[in-house]
């Protein structure tokens, strides 16, 4: 079964303004890690936030981790019409495989 | 960055007949392999795990029979969609992983399989 819940199930934004995506999962982490997928393609690694971090910065990309209420969230700042995309976060249960959430689909209008 | 090749893109075939799927890591030795199954607009479905030379893992409710997973080499590992039926027509997705198991996943770009 998946590990992870995201909300939105859908975000549409105007270009400069923030997307925020919240993610939740069930079990203990090593680690949880967001990505992106272009409609039709295969998925890109955004960032990896490990369990003993609370926050981590990538460009415009700010993610938090909450071990203790076991979410994370997915800041993309000042966006653009090319962030349009399905981001997914994926964790990893203390096994060797990624489990994926249910993802976000965010639109962003030029 | 590790690519990952994943071939055909898009493949239509008839009920009954196999189609193989290959996914090639080009630039770093995959010791792990995933393959994932996506519907639309919903979320990547793990199906199995394959470890170089040895046998894969499925995930409860994948028919290992029909979806047959080899990982010959570091580099190359495929899944045959045996006896295809409409059902089966979905979005598959191979990613890989070399020997630390905390990294990232590298993917193929998927394959569009459509069974008529």
């Known amino acids: 079964s998946q590990q992870g819940e995201e909300d939105p199930q859908a975000l549409s934004i105007q270009e400069g303004e923030n997307a925020t995506m919240n993610c939740s999962y069930k079990t203990s982490i090593n680690n949880l890690q967001w990505y992106r997928q272009n409609s039709g393609r295969g998925l890109v690694h955004l960032i990896l936030i490990r369990s003993n971090e609370r926050e981590k910065h990538s460009g415009r990309l700010r993610v938090t981790l909450d071990t203790s209420k076991k979410s994370s969230s997915l800041l993309i700042t000042a966006s653009r019409a090319a962030d349009t995309a399905s981001y997914f976060c994926a964790t990893d249960p203390n096994t060797d495989k990624l489990i994926f959430g249910t993802g976000t689909r965010l639109q962003v209008f030029p | 960055g590790a690519v990952v090749s994943q071939h055909p893109s898009w493949v239509i075939c008839k009920s009954g007949t196999s189609v193989k799927i290959e996914c090639r890591s080009l630039?770093?030795?995959?010791?792990?392999m995933f393959w994932y199954r996506q519907f639309p607009k919903q979320s990547l479905m793990l199906m199995a795990t394959?470890?170089?030379?040895?046998?894969?893992?499925?995930e409860q409710g994948v028919e290992k029979d029909k979806f047959l997973i080899n990982h010959a080499s570091l580099t190359l590992s495929t899944l045959t969609v045996t006896s295809a039926h409409p059902e089966d027509s979905s979005f598959y997705i191979c990613s890989a992983r070399g020997h630390i198991t905390s990294s990232p996943l590298h993917f193929g770009n998927g394959t569009r399989l459509t069974v008529t």
């Open positions: 394959s470890n170089e030379g040895s046998k894969a893992t499925y």
């Open positions: 630039d770093f030795q995959a010791t792990t």
